[in-house]
Structure formats: C-alpha cells, structure tokens
C-alpha cells in the first residue's frame, strides 16, 4: 500500500486548506485512514482518523470544529477539510492508513505517506 499526502501550503490565520491522501496498491475502502502531524522538534501527533466505511470518526479536541475528513473510496482518496487555521497548527501533515477496521492509536498504522507541510502565519 502506498500514500501520497497533497494540498498543503502557506495560508494566514483563519483560511482554510484541503488535504488529499491518495492510496494505491489497494482498495483504500479495507482501511482505517489517519492524518498525523508533527510540528518541528515534536513527536507525531493524532490528528483525526476514518474508518473503513466513513461512518466513523475520530477527532483531537483542538481541531474538532474546525476540521472535517472524508473520504471516497471510489477514488480511493481521503480528504482533510482545514478551516479556521491557527499558527499551532503549522506542522507536517502523514497521511496513514491501518488494516483494522476502525484505528485511534498511532501503532495501529502500518503505512504512511511522505507528508505535507502546513504552514500557517499569524
């Protein structure tokens, strides 16, 4: 399984961006999606998870409101939604995708994608 993580970018405090993590090499609709983030000299961090089918979601309190994932497993995409950004959310975004139906925990994710930066200015 391969992950390409898409859509990052420079925006100030307050716009919005859209991440994509295309997965390959197999039917995305078999795995629980992540976004992890990682801030310069801190551990990666939970962002939000899907599970297989979409109707399950788990957010991190600091972006609930704010961020919305999706995704269309007929195009094998998973889409993160970034509204209302902060300059604390600066970091690079991982796309990760685990085989368990439903997946919170960092361990739980075997593939990972290259990472996105996110950059947001005050």
Known sequence: VQL???GGGLVQAGGS???SCEVS???ASTYSIAWFRQAPGK????VVAINWSGRT???VDSVKGRFTISRDNAKNTVYLQMNSLKPEDTAVY???ASPSERAWLLSEYEYWGQGTQVTVSS
């Open 4 to 6: 390409q993580a898409s």
């Open 17 to 19: 961006l859209r991440l």
């Open 25 to 27: 090499g197999r039917s």
């Open 43 to 46: 551990d990666r961090d939970f």
């Open 57 to 59: 979601t788990n957010y």
């Open 94 to 96: 991982f796309c990760a």
